[in-house]
């Protein structure tokens, strides 16, 4: 494109123009009312700043001259300069003309080369960005390559100063993925990037260092990793960071200092660790610290506390320790959070007399000491919340005439003394929580003068007395949590009236007594109703029928009977989840239209009441119930093969009943089923085998029944149980599955009072977690295996009245955890140990034995004799020197064996190929011993075992020794033995 050489020297002061004007002559007042037409017409601004201004002077000239102002088109002229040529003025129309035309895309597309860089390389920053983003909504479908006017692309905004330059991105909430470093740091002028709410992902680049102009920068909420570069100190203009809710690591960076005109920082929910900086309190103009929800260490640096222009303080959910910064509160603070840390000292003098605070948070911290009154009389304060430290004393005494506040949490703390009558003087107050304290004497009736008062929670305290009946007529109550106190009384008849819109009513653990008043089925806003564990009497009213009721929890009181008579009108929009009526005196039968309950239905306890009859098949209805329990109430019949259908039960139990018959099939259904409890029934029947389908069974409890036969080896099957396995007190017959090894991390193992015979199998030492053993009452047979040794962390073993003989194992004195072992009644011999458990007499039992004796008095049974010790020494040597001789004379007549067999070989001469050794293969030896069976077996000593074997093809036996080479000398009897054969081959 040819270049029009325009001459225009500035006056400016910023130096020379690099264009020449050449001409000269008078001005010419018409062709300046072209111009200003002509810069009216154009559709984009003009950014060349040289030529506006050059015009603007123009105008300013020549209105002086003519006494006629003339207004160009100022909107589209930037002044920067003024333009003098030898101090005259030069007109030269055509050629301004054509140079103006350059600058207008409705006219002719030329342009100079400066503006079209600069263009360019934001163009293809742009590009480059788009490129590396995913925008499933089409978002970015205007940063297209095609398209040169990305000033006009979504979410970009250029400069009116500087030519077509970038200085804002503006893309949040548009579901973006990606990465956009290192693309964005060529936009080097931009001032802000607001791009939160996507899903960008990837490290904060180095490169954000060329971003010298940024000020904002908004990335909270995507996906971005890594730790904040050091380079960030380069962006020293900063005013807002907020990386907040990604997964950012590391530490936050010194050189953050740098950005000495930050007035917020949000770095909150991510995965920073470190100490916060010191060299954070040099940005002064600091308005916001957000650092909440990341693993912060350290104490709070005493100078951000001096921070002049600090209003926001979040470092909750850290893990910062130490005391508040005395002089916190000096500044114009609104919130302060500090939740959820370490913290300790107490609450300083400046910060409870902060007169702009609003919101103060200290809840979950280690705080102690007494509560400052100067914070209850803070006129500014609406929000206080210590519950959850060691703040103790009483509740400070106060005059709040003037105050804001609407909410006090004291819960969790070691409060003491009376609740103060001045409590009710807070007007605004919706929320008092002063639960978990050790609080005393009677509840204040002055609370019922807060007008507006919403949620009550003074449970868990010494209070005591009656409730005054004022505080029932607070009709703005919707949560009352007057639980596990010393209260008494009773529920005045007309509470749904005058408190129509309780939500929560909790009385729990106290004194009250008396019947439950019928308008408690009016209470329409009820969610939760839990008296628990009191005195009350009568019927229960019909209460399922209640249209918000979540939890209902009327358990260990003195009720006799419920009324169901609703349970055919209960809404189906019901969000009934829980049904406590445990432990009453409830009576009569389960109605079938118990299956009418809502099937929101989670939790049914029922159990240890005086409920007779069948257990109906309808309650099979309630197919999200998790927890059924039926337990000690006189339940008769079958169980019901419907209850199969519960399959998201977790808990099932109906222990403690009368019932009868088998176990059903469809037991197997309970594939989530964690405990079952039957004991003390009548059932009858094998075990199922079904049973071991529930293979998230913890504890699972079959005892004191009528079961016979054997126990299924798949029981032992169910890898989940740890908790328990109680079989006792049945019919079972047969042996100890050897499978019980699977069961490694089992608790307690009874299988008691049974009729088991056999062997305790090895396998039962591989239960390394066992530390109940409970075998009494059997037929158990053989001697006491070794394998129970590896039983380390056994406390409770018990092994009596079975017909075990053999010897009491040694390494019963090793179990240092042992606190009961019982062998009494059984046909142990030999020599009692000593050591250990043995030394106390009252945790081994092992009367009964007719051949055990003992060299300490202290086990009432004979004296060892001389003799008995002596012939126990013998047998030990015979135990050793026998099978030495034997592995001996096993070893000689392997080689006068092999002797015989291989002279005869020499005479015959049949075949050269026999005069070399053959070599067997370890299947050939294996095959030729029967795998090395023990009926093979003809001795063996200290390096080796000898076997019998018949090799293919072969009619003569041979015998195999196997050495053991991992005994020191085995490796050198082999290489003698094989010398020895060597030479007597030839």
């Not at 263009?119 to 590009?127: F, G």
């Not at 309190?281 to 693993?295: F, K, R, Y």
């Not at 506040?405 to 807070?426: A, E, H, M, V």
Request: proline share 6%; with cysteine.
């Amino acid at each position: 494109m040819p270049m029009v050489k325009l001459s225009l020297q500035l006056a400016s002061g910023r130096g020379q123009s690099n264009h020449v004007l050449y001409g000269q002559g008078s001005i010419d007042y018409s062709f300046l009312l072209a111009i200003s037409s002509f810069f009216a017409s154009c559709s984009t601004p003009i950014y060349n700043s040289e030529l506006a201004h050059a015009l603007y002077k123009y105008q300013q000239v020549a209105a002086k001259q003519s006494h006629h102002p003339i207004h160009l088109a100022s909107s589209r002229i930037h002044k920067m300069g003024a333009v003098r040529a030898s101090n005259k003025l030069l007109p030269l129309p055509a050629a301004v003309l054509i140079y103006l035309l350059s600058f207008c895309p409705r006219v002719c597309s030329l342009a100079t080369p400066a503006v079209h860089n600069t263009s360019e390389t934001d163009r293809h920053a742009l590009l480059c960005l788009r490129s590396h983003l995913s925008d499933p909504a089409g978002a970015l479908d205007s940063w297209r390559n095609e398209s040169f006017a990305f000033c006009g692309w979504r979410g970009v905004t250029c400069s009116t100063v500087h030519a077509a330059h970038v200085v804002s991105l503006d893309l949040p909430s548009l579901n973006i993925t990606g990465q956009i470093f290192p693309c964005i740091a060529d936009l080097i002028f931009l001032q802000k990037i607001h791009m939160a709410d996507n899903q960008i992902n990837g490290h904060i680049a180095p490169e954000i260092s060329r971003l010298t102009q940024l000020r904002y920068l908004n990335l909270s909420m995507n996906s971005i990793t890594g730790m904040i570069p050091n380079s960030i100190s380069s962006c020293s203009l900063l005013e807002v960071i907020d990386l907040s809710m990604n997964s950012i690591t590391g530490v936050i960076p010194n050189t953050i200092s740098s950005c000495s005109h930050l007035e917020v920082i949000r770095l909150l929910n991510n995965s920073m660790e470190g100490a916060i900086p010191p060299a954070l309190a040099q940005c002064s103009s600091l308005q916001e610290i957000l650092l909440n929800n990341n693993n912060l260490n350290g104490s709070i640096p005493h100078g951000i506390s001096l921070l002049p222009n600090l209003t926001y303080l979040l470092l909750a959910s850290n893990k910062l320790k130490g005391p508040i910064p005395e002089s916190l509160g000096s500044s114009p603070l609104l919130n302060v959070v500090l939740s959820n840390n370490s913290l300790t000292g107490g609450i300083p003098p400046l910060l409870a007399n902060c007169s702009s605070l609003y919101y103060l948070d200290l809840m979950r911290n280690n705080f102690t000491g007494e509560i400052p009154p100067a914070l209850f009389n803070n006129p500014s304060l609406a929000l206080i919340d210590l519950s959850y430290n060691r703040f103790s004393g009483p509740i400070p005494s106060f005059s709040p005439t003037a105050s804001q506040l609407q909410y006090i949490s004291l819960t969790g703390n070691i409060l003491s003394g009376k609740i103060p009558d001045t409590l009710g003087k807070f007007s605004y107050l919706s929320s008092l929580m002063l639960a978990q304290n050790k609080l005393e004497g009677n509840i204040p009736g002055s609370l019922a003068n807060i007008p507006d008062l919403e949620a009550l929670d003074l449970s868990y305290n010494n209070l005591s007395g009656a409730v005054p009946p004022a505080l029932y007529r607070i009709t703005s109550l919707t949560h009352l949590y007057l639980g596990n106190n010393q209260l008494s009384g009773r529920i005045p008849g007309d509470i749904a009236y005058t408190l129509p819109n309780i939500e929560t009513l909790v009385m729990e653990g106290n004194h009250f007594d008396g019947p439950l008043p019928p308008s408690l089925v009016n209470l329409s806003s009820l969610q939760n109703l839990e008296l628990r564990d009191n005195a009350f009497t009568g019927l229960i009213p019909s209460l399922f029928s209640l249209p918000n009721l979540i939890q209902l929890d009327l358990g260990v009181n003195q009720f006799e009977a419920v009324d169901w008579s609703t349970l055919s009108s209960v809404p189906g929009s019901s969000q009934l989840q829980a049904i406590y009526l445990d432990n009453n005196k409830l009576h009569g039968t389960l109605p079938s239209s118990i299956g009418n309950l809502p099937r929101s239905l989670q939790t049914l306890y029922l159990s240890e009441n005086r409920f007779t009859g069948i257990i109906p098949s309808e309650i099979a209805k309630l197919t999200n119930l998790t927890v059924l329990q039926l337990d000690g109430n006189s339940f008769s019949g079958e169980i019901p093969d419907m209850l199969g259908n519960l399959e998201n039960l977790f808990l099932l139990g109906l222990s403690r009943n009368k019932l009868s018959g088998t176990i059903p099939q469809s037991v197997g259904n309970f594939k989530r089923l964690g405990e079952l409890s039957l004991e003390e029934n009548n059932l009858t029947g094998s075990i199922p085998s079904s049973l071991a389908d529930c293979q998230n069974l913890v504890p699972l409890n079959l005892s004191c029944n009528d079961f016979h036969g054997s126990i299924p080896p798949r029981l032992m099957s169910i890898s989940t149980l740890s908790k328990s396995l109680d079989l006792s007190y049945n019919k079972l017959n047969g042996s100890i599955p050897s499978e019980i090894g699977s069961l490694i991390n089992l608790d307690s193992l009874n299988i008691s009072n049974n009729q088991l015979s056999g062997d305790i199998p090895h396998a039962v030492g591989e239960c390394l977690h066992l530390e109940s053993l409970r075998l009494e009452v059997n037929f158990l047979r053989g001697s006491i295996p070794e394998s129970l040794m590896s039983l380390r962390g056994i406390t409770e073993m018990d092994l009596s009245r079975n017909n075990l003989s053999g010897e009491i194992p040694d390494f019963f004195e090793s179990f240092d955890s042992l606190q009961l072992l019982n062998l009494s009644f059984n046909s142990l011999e030999g020599i009692v140990p000593t050591g250990g458990a043995f030394s106390n007499s009252s945790k081994v039992f092992i009367q009964g034995n007719k051949d055990l004796c003992t060299r300490s008095p202290m086990l009432q049974l004979p004296l060892c004799t001389s003799n008995a010790t002596k012939r126990k020494e013998t047998l030990h040597i015979i135990s050793i020197v026998v099978p030495l001789a034997a592995a001996v004379v096993v070893l000689i007549s392997a080689v006068a064996t092999i002797l015989f067999k291989k002279s005869n070989e020499l005479r015959e001469h049949i075949d050269q190929s026999i005069m070399e050794f053959k070599k067997f293969s370890y299947n050939e030896l294996a095959g030729a011993t029967n795998n090395f069976s023990s009926a093979n077996h003809v001795g063996s000593g200290s390096f080796g075992v000898v076997y019998k074997g018949i090799l293919k093809f072969q009619a003569q036996p041979v015998a195999i020794k196997v050495f053991k080479l991992e005994h020191i000398g085995a490796p050198k009897s082999f290489f003698t033995e094989c010398e020895v054969l060597r030479n007597t081959r030839h």
